[in-house]
């Protein structure tokens, strides 16, 4: 059972980032139906570290194009996305090492993080980008 479903209400208009952030709502998505199925360990730490690496990648191709169109909110954006990777990395670290389980919590973190963050912070980039030609 999907834990997020992308609709285009959660389109930002340009479609680089729209591709990656349905690839990440999958990878959530993956990581809930591994805990709920009781998925091993193994498992479950795959997906973590599969999802931490693809928003690390998000998050460099949304500063990339920060970057290339002077984006005036950029600072306060990259803020968000600094906090959001040192959280779940900080997660990470704890439960490879075996001190923390994926429950609901995490998973509600995870999918209210990335529906406010592309609701909000991303549509207004994606503003600035489509009215700079950028689709």
Do not use: C, P
């Amino acid at each position: 059972m999907a834990l997020i479903s992308w609709s285009n209400m959660l389109s930002v208009g340009v479609k680089e980032i729209d591709d990656q952030h349905k690839k990440l709502i999958d990878l959530i998505n993956q990581l809930n139906d591994a805990m709920h199925q009781g998925k091993g360990k193994d498992v479950l730490g795959k997906v973590l570290t599969e999802l931490v690496s693809y928003t690390l990648y998000h998050f460099g191709t949304e500063e990339k194009l920060m970057g290339q169109h002077h984006y005036e909110d950029s600072a306060a954006h990259k803020n968000e996305h600094h906090k959001f990777v040192q959280t779940v990395g900080d997660f990470k670290k704890k439960f490879d090492a075996g001190g923390a389980m994926i429950s609901i919590e995490i998973m509600n973190f995870l999918r209210d993080w990335l529906s406010n963050h592309i609701m909000k912070t991303d549509k207004k980039f994606g503003q600035s980008l489509n009215k700079q030609g950028v689709k």
